[in-house]
């Protein structure tokens, strides 16, 4: 029995709560609507992967969100860490603006152990070490005014025991004595073209990418840097763990110069490799008022959801149930999107945005309960309590009734 049969309703009142019914259950499934859009738009968990190869020399275009992946993990030569390597990358940025991932190695212990980024028009690298009780320290140094546009550069991080140095062509630019790379922070799964596990997606042009066990001298660079500009005849892999000079021109392949090194590939489709799904609340936390936005509009995007889902859910509940069931169903349908999210490279999939999302649903649907926002300021002590709210104001027939009863 539904609930206006049970409060003995007329059928023009019947009629009324059906009427309502139908009007509140298009502005659920409305704002449901405009959720999902806002949330998972742009619907594509396979967008094509934007990369060509040029036409009139050795290299690929990254024309917009494209990526390149090793088919097997780089090894690093030898056995631990061993302080001295070098990475040569000839790149032509297609723009100075936005924050990217031009090259990183991914493993599963450490997905941040190594990051080339360009941070507008400046070179960012960083590094996470794991140490003891996997307590994990990210270390970074940063190259202002690295990169042009559409400036070809031929960029050289050559580190050992006493530091890294960073050149831009054959020019020494920056030392940093206190940032060391080992060979096995070169190791891993190469993925160029954005973050392994975020969406920062690079435009631009790679020619050439280079990898040795060894610091390379100044000398050394000066030499590679002619050779990569000039041509690639007699090139210099003493020392070379890979070396890629996009000489293909065609196909999904890069291959290695270097015979037991592994080959790039082109996947059809773009995506983020290593993309988490749910991020715990303690990875995603930041503390910056970035973070802090970003939880408040999730908080405020469902509080529209949860007041029309309470409102609706009203006409055939009690209050109280309303409430719950409209915080079941926002949190419900935040979840659904989470695991979206996770198959959509630009999206992100964390449990914060659940818990903010469920949040919003409860406050959206306590705001149709007046009496029960003022009860909770009260016990809150934000407000004063000014009279019982619960204690109904009698009708005049009520009071007449009262007055007979008191002269009997």
Request: hydrophobic content about 45%.
């Amino acid at each position: 029995m539904t609930r206006s049969l049970r409060l003995g309703l007329s059928v023009d009142e019947r009629l009324q709560v059906v009427r309502e019914k139908k009007r509140l259950g298009v502005l659920c499934a409305i704002a449901v609507i405009a959720l999902l859009i806002a949330t998972l738009w742009p619907f594509n968990p396979f967008p094509p992967n934007r990369i060509s190869w040029l036409p009139d020399a050795n290299g690929i275009r990254f024309g917009g969100p494209g990526l390149v992946v090793s088919k097997a993990a780089l090894k690093a030569e030898g056995t631990g860490p061993r302080k001295s390597c070098s990475l040569e990358l000839l790149l032509r940025p297609a723009s100075t603006e936005g924050a990217h991932i031009v090259l990183s190695f991914y493993t599963a212990d450490n997905p941040g152990q190594f990051w080339v980024g360009q941070w507008t028009d400046g070179l960012l690298v960083t590094h996470e070490i794991v140490h003891e009780q996997n307590k994990i320290k990210r270390m970074k140094f940063d190259v202002d005014h690295a990169f042009q546009e559409g400036q070809l550069l031929l960029l050289t991080i050559a580190s050992g025991p006493s530091g890294t140095i960073v050149y831009l062509n054959d020019r020494e630019a920056q030392v940093f004595s206190s940032f060391t790379i080992s060979q096995s922070e070169l190791s891993g799964q190469i993925v160029m073209g954005t973050s392994p596990v975020d969406y920062q997606p690079w435009s631009g042009e790679v020619h050439g990418l280079a990898i040795y066990s060894k610091k390379l001298t100044a000398a050394e660079v000066s030499r590679h840097y002619a050779k990569w500009i000039g041509g690639l005849d007699q090139v210099d892999l003493v020392g070379a763990i890979a070396r890629y000079d996009f000489q293909e021109r065609a196909g999904n392949e890069i291959r290695n110069a270097v015979a037991s090194g592994t080959s790039l590939e082109i996947p059809e489709y773009f995506g983020i490799p290593h993309k988490a799904l749910l991020t715990s609340p303690v990875k995603e936390f930041e503390a910056n008022w970035r973070y802090v936005i970003d939880v408040l509009l999730n908080i405020a995007g469902f509080i529209p959801l949860g007041f029309v889902l309470c409102v609706y859910l009203s006409l055939v509940r009690t209050p109280r149930n309303a409430i719950l069931f409209a915080a079941l169903a926002g949190g419900i349908l935040s979840f659904v999107v989470e695991v979206l999210q996770a198959y959509i490279p630009q999206r992100v999939s964390g449990t914060t945005d659940i818990i903010a999302n469920t949040l919003g649903t409860v406050l959206g649907a306590v705001l149709t309960r007046p009496r029960m926002v003022r009860r909770i300021l009260e016990r809150t002590k934000l407000i004063t309590t000014s009279g019982n709210l619960e204690t109904p104001i009698p009708h005049k027939t009520e009071s007449r009734c009262v007055v007979k009863s008191v002269h009997r």
